[in-house]
């Protein structure tokens, strides 16, 4: 997650969105703050310290710590969660038998479908007694209503401090170098908004870049925005990293050389890896995790992608629900360790990756994946050539909204497919709408209503489909 604002006026507009550039930076940096001490104060150093010393770990001694933090987790979710107690007793799991379960026949238990999570998320699934400052945060809900994800002041801390140890440190980074961020915030009103194309945190050192301005006219006041504020590596999205270092290429102009990139939410390509090469000079990893913050998979210094057994256990299975051989590909079931007020137990994060057969040569004893396949979208082209992806944010709060899909017909032309519960509402209607000229600006936007939005012959959903072609 990133530092953001979001400053609602009940006209529906912001407050931030009104303001003068000097303003919104003032904002954005009054906002970092409080971001900052939420993440890394409290429990942070500490967690970070034993995160730390268990890199250490033989095999032995991360299978007895993952047993005993099951065991943890599994008796508090039934002793405070009413969904899992009602759950296990409906599937004969009692209390005394919940005792035996081990991360080996831990399939004796119920999965938790990503609806059941969008449905009981913030009522059944909630412990009864739950830590302090506890705040709901939407995950990236492409496929329609978002899951709302509880994250206490502590338990944020505790998923920072891995954060911060297993993606940042094993990239040679930190959270005191300064930083560009390409994400889904909009920090950069409108659609024909004009440079800079950016924001500043002062607090953090980060420059947030605009995912929906990106196109080759734009991208030297990018740079501008590295260059000003010195910043020593990227993070975001994937592909819109990859879409302005592309643009960045094309034109011919010179980007700051940079210590790494540090890419999320897409996958990653071995074309996107040879564009940041040649475009920053530099390396980048490749990682997994997720809002729903019940595993995490980062790349070493060594260039291999490990699984951190103390964010969580990760299974990985095949459709009859059997573990997967390494080098053959299943979909994740993630039992998250860190999130005792809205336990997710055995839950389908739908996401897809291979295990490797091969250790690594860094000599940590944490599980290897091969690959990481994810979820890839098509890219949304503007008339001026900007490129995006990532629409989810497009139906966030739309509670008619139970699924959703984008098709970009032509390039003044999109059509929005949705699945509703009970009726799209006429509000909702003009929110969508809004929200899709505020990125593309003013174009054909037809919406339509159907009982379900089919799937691909693979069984995979796509939230995003471009019909058009990009401009060369």
């Not at 038998?97 to 119920?110: A, G, Q, R, V």
């Not at 940041?276 to 809002?291: A, I, N, P, R």
């Not at 939005?453 to 796509?462: D, M, S, Y």
Request: contains cysteine; charged residues 20%; aromatic residues 10%.
């Amino acid at each position: 997650m990133s530092t953001y604002l979001v400053l609602e006026m009940s006209s529906g507009e912001t407050i931030y969105r009104h303001s003068p550039l000097w303003m919104q930076n003032l904002l954005v940096s009054a906002y970092g703050y409080q971001w900052k001490q939420r993440r890394f104060g409290g429990v942070f150093a500490v967690e970070y310290a034993k995160a730390k010393q268990r890199e250490n770990f033989t095999a032995l001694n991360w299978k007895a710590y993952q047993q005993e933090q099951l065991q943890k987790i599994l008796t508090h979710a039934f002793e405070q969660v009413p969904y899992y107690k009602e759950s296990f007793l409906q599937h004969g799991i009692t209390h005394d038998l919940l005792k035996t379960i081990t991360t080996e026949n831990i399939n004796l238990l119920p999965v938790l479908p990503k609806e059941v999570l969008r449905k009981y998320g913030a009522t059944s699934l909630l412990a009864g007694t739950r830590e302090k400052g506890g705040s709901f945060f939407a995950s990236s809900g492409s496929t329609g209503t978002p899951t709302q994800i509880l994250f206490s002041h502590a338990m944020h801390q505790r998923w920072s401090a891995l954060f911060e140890l297993r993606i940042r440190n094993w990239a040679g980074l930190n959270i005191n170098m300064p930083r560009g961020m390409i994400g889904g915030r909009r920090v950069v009103p409108g659609a024909k908004s004009k440079p800079p194309f950016y924001r500043y945190n002062t607090v953090e050192k980060q420059v947030y870049f605009s995912a929906y301005h990106i196109n080759a006219k734009n991208a030297a006041d990018y740079i501008e925005g590295m260059k000003k504020y010195k910043i020593e590596y990227m993070t975001g999205y994937a592909m819109s990293n990859f879409f302005l270092a592309r643009f960045i290429k094309e034109q011919g102009i010179e980007a700051p050389q940079l210590k790494a990139l540090v890419t999320s939410s897409e996958k990653l390509t071995d074309e996107m890896r040879q564009v940041f090469k040649e475009v920053y000079g530099c390396k980048t990893f490749d990682g997994w995790s997720g809002l729903e913050a019940c595993g995490l998979i980062s790349e070493c210094e060594h260039g291999s992608l490990h699984i951190s057994p103390d964010a969580g256990l990760l299974e990985v299975l095949d459709d009859d629900m059997q573990p997967v051989s390494p080098g053959i590909a299943g979909t994740v079931y993630c039992t998250g360790f860190l999130n005792y007020d809205q336990p997710l137990i055995r839950y389908n994060i739908g996401d897809k990756i291979i295990l490797s057969e091969y250790g690594c040569s860094c000599g940590r004893a944490m599980p290897v994946v091969k690959e990481i396949l994810g979820r890839t979208e098509d890219v949304i082209i503007g008339k001026d050539g900007r490129e995006m992806v990532r629409f989810h944010s497009i139906f966030n709060g739309l509670k008619s909204v139970k699924q959703a899909q984008v098709i970009q017909k032509s390039f003044d032309d999109i059509l929005i497919k949705v699945v509703s519960d009970g009726g799209l509402l006429k509000t909702e209607a003009v929110m969508i709408n809004s929200r899709i000229e505020s990125q593309l600006g003013t174009i054909k936007i037809i919406i339509e209503e159907v009982p379900e939005i089919p799937l691909t012959a693979n069984g995979k959903f796509r939230a995003v489909i471009s019909e058009i072609k990009r401009i060369n």
